[in-house]
């Protein structure tokens, strides 16, 4: 059934119409009915009877039309502000009353949310320079549990871009299980993550925090793998220390007296037949002592550099060329290098002994693969103000990736086990890393030699 009586909503510039017309009948029904009945001429009634009838309607249009003015650019205004435009303001020139009073209101909310506005905007450029600056990785999941912001440090750490991680479910990145612990009661610990399959220490640290009422999470990751590698390397010096003072004293003069006795045994022993064996053991043995004590001193002479690396004199200087004179040392392999260029911030002489050794012991591997052909690859990228630099080989991979940093740890039959050392205390001071994992060949999914990653800082942020 059809409710004829129902009410209909009237606009309010309507309403104000039929508000004017109904003030103004009265007055134009005494204004007809004193025209009607008076004697001046019939056109003139009727003249005078349209003109009342316009201006009534005149007056009414005019009122509707300044209401829906003023309602508009109210409207156009507050639109601005909701669209955070602050540069929009209400006109009170020749206005009095309520409405200069209200105009004045719109334009002191105005000036407020614009300061407000200028105030968040600072805020949150300052924030960003912090979150870019700060070496601790951030990352923030929101409440589908995907990834909703990472820092430079965070990128630089998963070694991955947030533009193509934004709105990834958070196990892409391992933090599927930290995500689910910090729901529930918050996490503070020291952990172990596989990061680009290399496994880092971390110190992992979660803040819950609300975003349009449903709850989030942040999640700080410190890479206390360098750490750990600092107190490592200043170890292995104190020791290195201690060994040297206590062997080089020892050494010394049994190297001087190895010497002195051996020439007196061929000055004073004559090699006749009743001494001739004497004289060829003492000779022996005697030989035997002196090589081995400058050898041995020739060894701790090596672990020296470690103790003793000055720190990197930085100079700007092109990738491309600096790889194209190291590879000439090389000519038993034959290394491929990148088609870009880009401007390396480094010591360049500590750079070459850091690569000179990389690629040695890359063509070490793959001439024992394959005695007759050595290849080394050559790649670089840049991500979030670091340098990464790879050394690809060949060879058969690695072993035991877990002693192959600790000095006096080699594989080789003459190697001294200094060269990987020397060459990440070479990175990490100048404020990058040097890390090592087997190669995965992308057409077999199979390990395809070995990968060295040497990071430095980018020469437009050294």
Request: proline fraction near 3%.
């Amino acid at each position: 059934m059809v409710n004829y009586f129902k009410k209909t909503k009237i606009a309010f510039e309507d309403r104000l119409v039929r508000i004017v017309l109904w003030g103004s009948l009265p007055a134009t029904i005494i204004a007809l009915a004193f025209l009607l009945t008076s004697e001046l001429s019939i056109y003139l009634r009727i003249l005078l009877i349209f003109f009342v009838f316009v201006s009534v309607l005149y007056t009414a249009f005019i009122v509707r039309q300044q209401v829906i003015f003023q309602l508009r650019t109210s409207t156009n205004l507050v639109e601005a502000m909701i669209a955070s435009d602050y540069s929009l303001r209400a006109n009170n020139r020749d206005i009095e009353g309520a409405l200069a009073d209200f105009n004045d209101l719109l334009n002191g909310l105005a000036d407020r949310l614009f300061e407000q506005s200028l105030i968040t905007r600072e805020q949150q450029i300052l924030l960003t320079k912090i979150t870019d600056q700060i070496d601790v990785a951030i990352v923030a999941i929101d409440h589908n549990k995907t990834i909703s912001l990472m820092n430079p440090a965070a990128e630089a750490l998963f070694r991955q871009r947030f533009d193509g991680l934004e709105g990834w479910p958070a196990k892409t990145l391992g933090l599927h299980a930290v995500v689910e612990e910090a729901l529930g009661s918050g996490v503070r610990k020291v952990t172990e993550f596989e990061i680009n399959q290399t496994k880092r220490k971390v110190y992992v640290r979660t803040d819950n925090y609300f975003a349009s009422g449903k709850e989030q999470v942040l999640i700080f990751i410190t890479d206390i793998q360098n750490l750990l590698r600092e107190e490592e390397r200043q170890a292995w010096q104190k020791l290195l220390r201690v060994l040297s003072h206590e062997i080089n004293n020892s050494l010394a003069p049994i190297a001087s007296i190895s010497e002195t006795l051996n020439q007196e045994v061929q000055n004073h022993l004559a090699p006749n037949e009743q001494h001739a064996y004497l004289h060829a053991t003492l000779g022996e043995g005697l030989g035997v002592i002196s090589e081995r004590a400058h050898s041995l001193n020739h060894f701790i002479q090596d672990y020296r550099q470690l103790t003793h690396l000055p720190l990197p004199t930085k100079t700007l200087f092109e990738a491309r060329e600096f790889f194209q004179k190291v590879s000439q040392l090389f000519e038993k392999s034959r290394i491929e290098l990148p088609t870009d260029d880009l401007m390396l911030f480094a010591d360049s002489e500590q750079l070459q002994q850091a690569f000179v050794n990389l690629f040695k012991n890359a063509e070490e591997a793959n001439l024992a693969k394959d005695p007759d052909a050595s290849v080394i690859i050559l790649d670089w990228f840049t991500l979030s103000n670091m340098v990464y630099i790879d050394v690809i080989d060949r060879g058969e991979g690695i072993n035991n990736e877990d002693n192959i940093f600790v000095p006096f740890y080699t594989t080789k039959n003459h190697g001294s086990g200094i060269g990987l050392t020397l060459s990440r205390q070479i990175a990490l001071n100048h404020g990058g890393d040097l890390t090592l994992e087997n190669h995965i060949s992308e057409s077999s999914g199979r390990i395809s030699g070995a990968k060295a990653t040497l990071v430095l800082p980018m020469a437009s942020n050294p």
